[in-house]
């Protein structure tokens, strides 16, 4: 048996249809071949210094941009592999389309994250890298697939998220826009404390912490918000570049507050209740 002979060997046949070895080796080629041409895009279009039409685009936008043209590109190299193989297109669609349906019914929410999915790639209002917030959850987004997204919060939690929330929910993307986020913590000191030194140390306290902004358009700054039941209370507000562990800047904020204000005899009260006994009902009232 010479080498043509092996080639156009059958391997299947019956009626009209036959498979033969030249098949295998078609569909080898395109897998292969569609599997060397999306490693080599993936190179050209994610590498950090590109000359190319894609250089101007953002690294998220380049990530986002080749998961779609990755996802198109194997769907043309599966139908060119069915092709190839004997199997009409055509007549495979028409002949499933009521099963089609069927499916499509029972898997709209599939579906749903399937077309979020493709939305998400290719709007880029969320990306690889941004820190989100859905349902109350802070996270920092891993990955975008076709039909879910990969999420880590700030416990190094792994959490898989439907893509349809990205769409549909309300979602805060604190990377959006700005690359600095404004935060605040807000403290209480006692009535008749000098509210001067208090502005003074709470200022202190920001301009000591290394993650936080000090440039003059980033300037932490102090609000005197409210004369309260029993305190003064103040928000010291800051810039930082850190948009996923924040809150530890928060708490280290609250110890150095807490130590300049017993350093300087600064008082911090807490809610005190007195109680009336009157006709044997229990009154009580805020002091």
């Not at 395109?30 to 080599?40: D, Y």
């Not at 190299?77 to 297109?89: E, F, P, R, Y």
């Not at 609000?223 to 948009?243: A, C, N, P, T, V």
Request: charged share 25%; with cysteine.
């Amino acid at each position: 048996m010479n080498f043509r002979e092996i080639i156009e060997y059958k391997l299947i046949e019956f009626d009209k249809y036959s498979f033969s070895v030249f098949n295998i080796l078609i569909i080898l080629i395109i897998i292969v071949g569609t599997w060397i041409f999306s490693k080599l895009l993936r190179k050209i279009m994610l590498r950090k210094k590109s000359k190319s039409i894609i250089s101007a685009i953002d690294v998220k936008r380049k990530h986002s941009v080749y998961k779609l043209v990755n996802y198109f590109l194997w769907v043309i190299a599966i139908a060119m592999c069915l092709q190839s193989s004997g199997i009409k297109l055509t007549a495979l669609l028409v002949g499933s389309a009521a099963l089609l349906v069927g499916i499509g019914m029972g898997v709209q929410q599939l579906f749903n994250d399937f077309i979020c999915g493709i939305i998400l790639l290719f709007e880029g209002t969320i990306s690889v890298g941004d820190v989100v917030e859905v349902d109350g959850m802070i996270a920092k987004v891993q990955e975008i697939k076709i039909r879910t997204s990969q999420v880590i919060t700030r416990e190094d939690i792994v959490i898989i998220i439907p893509n349809h929330k990205l769409i549909n929910d309300n979602v805060i993307n604190w990377s959006q826009n700005r690359k600095a986020v404004r935060f605040n913590v807000s403290v209480g000191v006692a009535y008749g404390s000098d509210i001067e030194l208090v502005k003074k140390l709470l200022l202190e306290t920001a301009n000591e912490h290394p993650d936080i902004i000090k440039d003059n358009m980033h300037k932490p700054f102090v609000r005197f918000i409210d004369f309260g039941e029993s305190s003064l209370d103040f928000q010291i507000f800051f810039y930082s570049h850190e948009k996923l562990m924040f809150e530890n800047i928060k708490s280290d904020l609250r110890f150095l507050i807490d130590r300049k204000f017993r350093e300087n005899n600064v008082t911090i009260p807490f809610p005190q209740r007195t109680l009336h006994f009157k006709s044997g009902v229990v009154e009580h009232k805020s002091v």
